[in-house]
């Protein structure tokens, strides 16, 4: 037994790799199945745009560098209607240009996935300092009512993990996932040790059963989303960025426009249960909890463990998932804890959400930056020390 | 024997069929829609049927005549 | 089967509600017409065939055909297209865009498109003029023109489509008016069969809001006025600058060979990477 452990570390230790998060995020990618990449370079996301030009086509993949951000997403967009898991990734300034494009993959139902590696804004703002600023652009950034799915890392092996998931969340409900991560994740590295691709479930588009004509390309098939074939698979059928009926042709007969809006809202509000990802460290008995993500999750954890080390009751909820805005999971902690602290590197966006789904019962305390600077673990210390009862 | 066939239900009665029939085969009716007036000059160079935007005429060969 | 019936059972969708949604005497319908008529005659399965459009009265042709097909965004047509070629190269691809569309909002994926050299087809409906949204003036709108944006005379020059794309690189560039329908005929069927990024200026009437300000009424006119005002590119040589004013020049205007972005991609694999 001892001497089995002993084997697995040693192997563990063989496959530990030291890897920056832009490079992770790409070995997720390639994991999950992404074999098509349009990006156009803009700091601090050029890293996965680079290791991607490098990498992709060494396993049959298509990499393009494209004239600017909305015409990376138009090409990914195209790729995946051809039947390719595609991705991009961009910054702040970029990430506006491509909000035309959410829209449109969130309409037209196109899985993909876009990463945002956060800097401060707004406009050209502060290349390359940190923010979190983006979090509801990421949320509303395109025009219309519509629901997304955005995950944020908080370390180089989170990052990998979570643009796995990223796949498979776009191709389980037919829309784009954003990954929002930050520069000093991005950035940074860390000795992480990647899991073997068995080890890895991947998600995969769901394939009519039925012959061509059929299939009804934007039916319900009782789960929300409706089966996709590729183009050139013999399922001919029409994607528009307008409201469509059943078959993807043009309505704007007040039914047709309701149930198609009710089926894309349905997608993820009936399946919130499964997107409370998070993780919690001493929560059990914490008088106050840290609510936080991305990098100032990392110095929530340090401010947290000082905490405790001075006999302080605090701990930390750390968000994977930022939107849909996990409100169980948050409503948890309201009920256990008499106070709630939100870090953020903005002027308080999640923070505005905690305050929406609270009771009443917890009394919700912010600490934002908006200088371009991390927030740090003595910054939260110093807080936690100053409200604790 | 050619025919022409024209499908009213589609035809918008813009008139570029009438218009640019090297043969003058066809004319207006009294609303608008061609109407075959000289079938006997028509030489099937099917000019009336390419240009037409909505598909709405058809020149052939009648089979059965 | 007579023949014009034999094209519209086979490619038009029986689903959608005709006639179509263009006004009375749109060139869009009779460059739609030329186009399945082309596809027919190559012999393209419709499974292999995907048709894109963009933003305008020219987004809307897709949705009638019976292929892959695919409305995007405004402008965006060409970059959609890049991705399916190249996620999936024996798919014949196909854009239609409109010149407010494809050559303003569009303009910069335009030229990038055909200096990349991706296979695509594409097709650019001038009619010089912004038709879905009431008339404005666009890239291709004659200078002192009144449109609805122009109320007093546009001020700016208009682009020469054609020469633009020339000039960006395509392998393939030709100009038609739609009542030329040999020509037209012809250069589609040969940007179809090109290997590399083909794109054909089709002219075609708006008469709804370009006739308008053309003082012509009819869709008539507007033909003959093309016919009239139509120089091909072998009798434009014969004709000094003087003779060519206010002409516009058809037929083939590039015709040349460059590798594409697939076979790019093909050499990276299996000559640099061996995989």
Known sequence: MKKDKEKEQKQEEQNRILLQGNEACVRGALMAGCRFYAGYPITPATEITEVMARELPKVGGVFIQMEDEIASLGAVIGASLAGAKSMTATSGPGFSLMQEHIGYACMAEVPCVVVDVMRAGPSTGLPTQPSQGDVMQARWGTHGDHSIVVLSPSSVYEFFELTIQAFNLSERYRMPTILLADQIVAHMREGIVLPSKEDIEIEDRPQPTVPPEWHIPYGDPGTGVPPMPAFGEGYRYHVTGLHHDLRGYPTTRKEEVESLMRRLFSKISNDLERLQWFDSFYTEDAVITVIAYGCVARAGMQAVKEARAKGLKVGLLKLKVLWPFMRRTVTTILDSSQKVLVPEMNVGHISREVKRVNQGNCEILTLNKIDGTPITPAEILETLEEVYP | MKRVDIYRGWCKRCGICIAFCPKHVLEADKDGFPTVKDLEQCSGCKLCEIRCPDFAIVVSKDEEG | ?275
């Open chain 3, 1 to 275: 089967m007579r023949e014009t019936s034999h094209l519209v059972h086979k490619y038009l969708r029986p689903t959608m509600r005709f006639p179509h949604i263009w006004c009375p005497g749109c060139g869009i319908g009779i460059f739609m017409h030329a186009l399945i008529r082309i596809i027919d005659r190559i012999g393209y399965s419709k499974d292999d065939v995907v048709l894109v459009s963009g933003i305008g009265c020219s987004g809307r042709l897709p949705v009638y055909v019976d292929f892959n097909t695919l409305h995007t965004t405004h402008g965006r047509a060409l970059t959609f297209a890049t991705g399916i070629k190249l996620a999936k190269p024996r798919l014949k691809v196909i854009t239609i865009m409109g010149d407010g569309d494809g050559v303003s909002i569009g303009g910069n994926h335009l030229i990038h498109a055909a200096r990349r050299n991706v296979e695509i087809a594409s097709f650019i409906i001038n009619n010089q003029v912004y038709g879905m949204t009431g008339g404005q003036c666009s890239p291709t709108t004659p200078y002192g023109a009144r449109t609805t944006s122009s109320p007093y005379g546009n001020p700016e020059a208009a682009f020469d489509v054609s020469r633009l794309v020339e000039a960006a690189g395509a392998t393939f560039v030709g100009r038609t008016t739609v009542y030329h329908t040999t020509l037209l005929d012809r250069l589609i069927e040969k940007a179809l069969t090109k290997n590399g990024f083909a794109m054909v200026e089709v002219i075609a009437q708006c008469v709804t809001y370009a006739g308008r300000w053309l003082g012509l009424a009819s869709p008539a006119e507007m033909m003959a006025w093309q016919r009239d005002n139509s120089v091909t590119v072998e009798k434009a040589k014969e004709l000094n600058e003087t003779e060519l004013a206010g002409k516009t020049i058809i037929g083939v205007l590039a015709d040349r060979e460059r590798p594409t972005y697939n076979e790019e991609c093909t050499k990276l694999r299996t000559q640099e990477l061996k995989v």
